[in-house]
């Protein structure tokens, strides 16, 4: 059974410049939600996606964009890229149709803005 | 607005000792707890989550936690702490059903088990 899964596992961008980081969430979930998670901090809620909309976002500018695709897979879109979003990413994935959903994570995307 | 507490930054223990790492949280509701497990330059491992009923929670690895509604506090706990433990610990909340469901993490709680 496969966990949830993250590409790349790290990347180098210069500001300015656009990001792409994608995931495939744990096979039997339908939700993902992606975390910004900056150096010596906890995760932070940028976004959540549910049929392939989102619904649920945390204080992110509008820079930060999403996409989920039929087969739940998701990805991550940064724009104008700043110094501050050098940070871990990490997506974690649930089964919204049971109870609490516990959500389990990836291993992230490590990204580094010059 | 919901939040959570991790009012240590590190906490050591030798190993073989009973461990506690402290958390408390502020949410309307009857909350959902969790506690998760990051190892250096990994994702976030479940370990264990408090939604109804007893108040002991058990989880992976040995550990468990304690739900106490009076103090708003879910503190994680071992008995007796492996060199392995050492990690970093975020508690998580979350709103009941219904509204804004959100997970807001702690800052987190480095845990260093002393051989």
């Known amino acids: 059974d496969a966990g949830v899964t993250q590409s790349p596992t790290h990347l180098i961008k210069t500001r300015g410049q656009q990001v792409t980081l994608r995931c495939s969430p744990k096979s039997g979930h339908d939700t993902v939600s992606w975390y910004q998670q900056a150096l010596g901090q906890g995760p932070q809620f940028i976004f959540q996606y549910y049929e392939e909309e989102e619904r649920q976002r945390g204080n992110f500018p509008d820079r930060f964009s999403g996409h989920q695709f039929p087969n739940y897979s998701s990805e991550l879109n940064v724009n104008a890229l700043l110094l501050g979003d050098s940070a871990l990413y990490l997506c974690a994935s649930s089964h919204r149709g049971v109870g609490p959903d516990t959500q389990y994570f990836g291993p992230g995307t490590r990204l580094t803005v010059l | 607005a919901q939040s959570v507490a991790q009012p240590e930054d590190q906490v050591n223990v030798a190993e073989g000792n009973p461990l506690t790492v402290k958390c408390t949280y502020s949410v309307s509701g009857n909350p959902y707890l969790f506690w998760y497990v990051q190892y250096p330059n990994r994702g976030l491992q479940f370990l264990l989550k408090?939604?109804?009923?007893?108040?002991l929670v058990k989880g992976s690895y040995g550990f468990e936690a304690e739900f106490n509604k009076s103090q708003t506090s879910f503190h994680l706990k071992k008995p007796s702490a492996l060199v392995s433990d050492s990690a970093l610990y975020f508690c998580a909340v979350r709103p009941p059903p219904g509204g804004y469901q959100k997970v807001t993490f702690g800052t987190g709680t480095k845990l260093q088990v002393i051989p």
């Open positions: 408090y939604i109804t009923g007893d108040n």
